[in-house]
């Protein structure tokens, strides 16, 4: 099975500068990629597929690209409700699989 | 809308079986294959399995191979998963999410199931 790696584990950064997260996959999954923002006591919430198409009503500052084995996803200017965890998830072939997640703070 | 409403939270002992449900609303529900993923406390999300509403086909996770069955009603328009042999390790909670295109679109709340003696 495919491995997802995400880094960094956590990311602190202040209201209105750009975050980044990266995911790496441990074989090539082309642009068959997913973003996920999950809030405390609620259900991951789909940001971005086919590794950079924003889902309906995600708003314009999340961004994500890369493709075969690297990919990221920015927040170009922070907001305090993008406090969440992020995971990445490849939907390459079965079974598909999760990063570990990137936890990111407000500075 | 799309809507995914999935049933209560769970109490089980290490052996038994728990089923969940997840009431789809607001689209054909047998256009579209239905995922099962589930979240241990402090862990990654993790996928079980998937059921092509239309036909019943299913693949599962090899993790899961033999305790996992996935199935749907659709005249209920309601998808099913069902664990067996539940040990400690089990304790998730368990997610239903609507494919589009393979990515996971649409999730429903989260059903806790909880494994204790």
């Known amino acids: 099975e495919i491995v997802m790696t995400q880094s960094p584990a956590t990311l602190s950064v202040s209201p209105g500068e750009r975050a980044t997260l990266s995911c790496r996959a441990s074989?090539?999954?082309?642009?068959?990629l997913a973003w996920y923002q999950q809030k405390p006591g609620q259900a991951p919430r789909l940001l971005i597929s086919?590794?950079?198409t924003r889902a309906t009503g995600i708003p314009a500052r999340f961004s994500g690209s890369g493709s075969g084995t690297e990919f990221t996803l920015t927040i170009s200017s922070l907001q305090s409700e993008d406090v969440a965890v992020y995971y990445c998830?490849?939907?390459?072939?079965?079974?598909?699989?999760f990063g570990q997640g990137t936890k990111l703070e407000i500075k | 809308q799309v809507q995914l409403v999935q049933s209560g939270a769970e109490v089980k002992k290490p052996g038994a079986s728990v089923k969940v449900s997840c009431k789809a609303s607001?689209?054909?529900?047998?256009?579209?294959?239905m995922h099962w993923v589930r979240q241990a406390p402090g862990q990654r999300l993790e996928w079980l399995g998937w059921?092509?509403?239309?036909?019943?086909?299913?693949k599962y996770s090899q993790r899961f191979q033999g305790r996992v069955t996935i199935s749907r009603d659709t005249s209920a328009t309601t998808a099913y998963m069902e664990l067996s042999g539940l040990r400690s390790e089990d304790t998730a909670v368990y997610y239903c999410?609507?494919?589009?295109?393979?990515?996971?679109?649409?999730w429903g709340q989260g059903t806790l199931v909880t494994v204790s003696s």
């Open positions: 074989q090539s999954v082309s642009s068959h």
């Open positions: 607001g689209y054909t529900f047998t256009s579209y294959p």
């Open positions: 999410a609507r494919d589009q295109l393979w990515f996971l679109a649409y």
């Open positions: 086919g590794a950079s």
């Open positions: 059921i092509n509403a239309g036909n019943g086909n299913t």
């Open positions: 998830q490849h939907y390459n072939n079965w079974p598909y699989t």
